[in-house]
């Protein structure tokens, strides 16, 4: 006889079942659930949250150390202080993709 256990839910892209939290992205058939690691390598999020990075990171880079880049006064701590400014708005951009996509998975406990 069939077990009478619900079906498992599983992530769209590789098939890995899905625990409480699942995050559901666009496609043409719809918003599909996917695990965490196949939306975090979602090729439209990593688009938008680039896209955020050079405008926001260049904007911020402007300010804090655009004094030092036009007058050509590079220092040291620049090295990882500028790639820092990028990283920061790449990581905000996609944590709010990532949390928006976010589905939890009702359960008849
Ligand atoms: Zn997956």
Redesign the pocket.
């Known amino acids: 006889m069939a077990a009478s256990s619900p079906a498992a839910v599983r992530?769209e892209?590789?098939a890995?079942e899905l625990g409480a939290i699942s995050y559901e992205l666009p496609s043409e058939r719809g918003r599909l659930p996917?695990?965490l690691?196949?939306a975090v390598r979602f090729p439209p999020l990593l688009k938008r949250s680039l896209v955020i990075c050079l405008l926001v990171g260049t904007l911020l880079t402007a300010i804090n150390q655009g004094n030092f880049l036009v007058s050509g006064d590079f220092q040291l701590a620049m090295a990882w202080k500028i790639p820092l400014t990028y990283a920061v708005p790449f990581g905000v951009a996609t944590t709010g993709g990532l949390l928006n996509a976010r589905s939890a998975i009702e359960t008849d406990a």
């Open positions: 992530c892209k590789c890995r996917h695990c690691m196949c």
